[in-house]
């Protein structure tokens, strides 16, 4: 039976998508997973015929021992692949090391855009490059402090973060001072990013690279809440840009994936438009998550997780556009810590013309908080119109319907 093994996943999403898309096309779809939560969930999982704990999904060792035993089953193995970071270009390198699969990944072009140090320093002869430095774990604070004294605001990050997760704002010394603390707690031995604080719109851009054709999937306007983390709470699909705006981003994401050698592969990147020049915020080594799937599937008619997998298993993916629909997504954040004691409205919000889903993620008893990762959206909203502002009153005010009930701690 054709099988395809995948290593990591999140309880939905993207990465989720896949896993329920693999058995769509027909595959036997095995799920490695690190979290013993999944195991105990089993049941929540109809899609995986086969999920299997690893403790450190990084062992080869252990990996080949299950692909073996797969294969001795009699499946054939057509490809290992990660839709979540880290593991990335672990699986591509994984697939293609063991003779698996035809994608002919870019592992190193992926292995690079993984570190945020590793990229930043690649990319740095570009003008989509902001201004940033990499600051070994060892530097004294306070020598620096003195350094990057008049550069405020800064962001600091761990290169090796997701999500927003770990990616500080700082506006003073004190705040400076604090933030390397903190992330070299959480990040022993790591070096951290510091880069300059860019002001302008914020944009995703999904981007597919099949034998070295750059095809710019999507390009989605992101609304961004306002704090220290950069949670995002909206998105626009399409964004709309003047034909200039379209030309200048085109040329500085085609500029970008040449320059790191992406020949095969996936991934999105967040730019700004700052003063009429683009600068790269982040990029990643795959499709973006969340309901970044639906919502380019009911702007195109194209299911770009399916395309995605066609890709990672040496098949044509087809990229044609159906059609063209505005989309907007509303996403919910709670302003304070609690445990949840339940969820009204979501029936109401399903009520609204043009609303096409709405996605609650956290259960009755777990306990919630203030957004400080994309982690912290706890459900959505995706509206779909004929105009970009009907999709987004639309799906604001749906999203209004639904409320939070929290018992606080």
Same mark, same amino acid.
């Given at each position: 039976?054709?099988?395809?093994v %995948?290593?990591?996943?999140?309880?939905?999403?993207?990465?989720?998508?896949?896993?329920?898309?693999s058995?769509?096309?027909?595959?036997?779809t095995?799920?490695?997973?690190?979290?013993?939560?999944?195991?105990?969930?089993?049941?929540?999982?109809?899609?995986?015929?086969?999920?299997?704990?690893?403790?450190?999904?990084?062992?080869?060792?252990?990996?080949?021992?299950?692909?073996?035993?797969?294969?001795?089953?009699?499946?054939?193995?057509c490809?290992? !692949?990660?839709?979540?970071d880290?593991?990335?270009?672990?699986?591509?390198?994984?697939?293609?090391?063991?003779?698996?699969?035809r994608?002919?990944?870019?592992?190193?072009?992926?292995?690079?855009?993984?570190?945020?140090?590793?990229?930043?320093? $690649?990319?740095k002869?570009?003008?989509?490059?902001?201004?940033?430095?990499? !600051?070994? %774990?060892?530097?004294?604070?306070?020598?620096?402090?003195?350094?990057?004294e008049?550069?405020?605001?800064?962001?600091?990050?761990?290169?090796?973060?997701?999500?927003?997760?770990d990616?500080?704002?700082?506006?003073?010394?004190?705040e400076?001072?604090?933030g390397?603390?903190l992330l070299?707690?959480?990040?022993?031995n790591?070096?951290?990013?510091?880069?300059?604080?860019?002001?302008?719109?914020?944009?995703?851009?999904?981007?597919m690279?099949?034998?070295?054709? !750059?095809?710019?999937?999507?390009?989605?306007?992101?609304?961004?809440?306002?704090?220290?983390?950069?949670?995002?709470?909206?998105?626009?699909?399409?964004?709309?840009?003047?034909?200039?705006?379209?030309?200048?981003?085109?040329?500085?994401?085609?500029?970008?994936?040449?320059e790191?050698?992406?020949?095969?592969?996936t991934? $999105?990147?967040?730019?700004?438009?700052?003063?009429?020049?683009?600068?790269?915020?982040?990029?990643?080594?795959?499709?973006?998550g969340?309901?970044?799937?639906?919502i380019?599937?009911e702007?195109?008619?194209m299911?770009?997780?399916?395309?995605? !997998?066609?890709?990672?298993?040496?098949?044509?993916?087809?990229?044609?556009?159906? %059609?063209?629909?505005?989309?907007?997504?509303?996403?919910?954040?709670?302003?304070?810590?609690?445990?949840?004691?339940?969820?009204?409205?979501?029936?109401?919000?399903?009520?609204?013309e043009?609303?096409?889903?709405?996605?609650?993620?956290?259960?009755?008893?777990?306990?919630?908080?203030?957004?400080?990762?994309?982690?912290?959206r706890?459900?959505?909203?995706?509206?779909v119109?004929?105009?970009?502002?009907?999709?987004?009153f639309?799906?604001?005010?749906?999203?209004?319907?639904?409320?939070f009930?929290?018992?606080?701690?």
């Open positions: 039976m054709q099988t395809i %995948f290593i990591g996943s999140n309880k939905s999403g993207t990465s989720r998508e896949a896993l329920i898309t058995t769509e096309m027909g595959y036997y095995v799920l490695l997973t690190d979290r013993k939560k999944f195991i105990q969930q089993r049941d929540e999982f109809p899609e995986v015929q086969r999920m299997m704990f690893v403790e450190n999904l990084f062992e080869e060792s252990n990996v080949f021992s299950i692909v073996h035993d797969l294969e001795q089953e009699g499946k054939q193995i490809a290992i !692949i990660s839709f979540i880290p593991f990335v270009s672990y699986a591509g390198m994984l697939s293609q090391a063991w003779g698996f699969g994608g002919n990944l870019s592992i190193e072009a992926l292995s690079v855009i993984e570190d945020k140090n590793r990229f930043r320093s $690649h990319l002869g570009l003008p989509v490059s902001p201004r940033f430095s990499v !600051i070994p %774990f060892d530097e004294p604070i306070d020598k620096l402090i003195k350094e990057f008049g550069s405020f605001p800064v962001i600091l990050k761990s290169p090796v973060s997701n999500g927003s997760k990616v500080l704002l700082v506006h003073t010394f004190n400076m001072r604090e390397f603390q070299k707690r959480r990040f022993p790591q070096a951290v990013l510091m880069e300059e604080y860019l002001i302008g719109p914020q944009y995703l851009i999904e981007v690279v099949v034998n070295g054709e !750059i095809s710019i999937i999507a390009v989605i306007e992101q609304e961004i809440l306002n704090g220290q983390r950069f949670i995002i709470t909206g998105y626009q699909y399409p964004a709309i840009l003047s034909m200039e705006e379209n030309e200048t981003l085109e040329h500085a994401v085609i500029s970008i994936i040449r790191l050698e992406l020949i095969n592969g991934c $999105h990147l967040e730019m700004r438009n700052v003063n009429d020049q683009w600068k790269l915020i982040e990029i990643n080594p795959r499709m973006s969340g309901a970044m799937n639906r380019i599937q702007g195109t008619g299911n770009l997780v399916k395309e995605t !997998i066609k890709l990672f298993l040496g098949i044509e993916p087809n990229l044609e556009k159906s %059609f063209m629909k505005f989309v907007y997504t509303k996403y919910l954040v709670v302003e304070a810590k609690g445990k949840l004691i339940k969820v009204t409205g979501k029936n109401r919000a399903l009520k609204h043009g609303i096409k889903e709405v996605f609650v993620k956290p259960k009755k008893g777990t306990v919630l908080r203030e957004p400080q990762s994309m982690g912290d706890y459900a959505y909203v995706i509206a119109s004929d105009t970009e502002e009907g999709a987004k639309a799906a604001i005010t749906a999203a209004s319907e639904i409320k009930y929290l018992e606080p701690l």
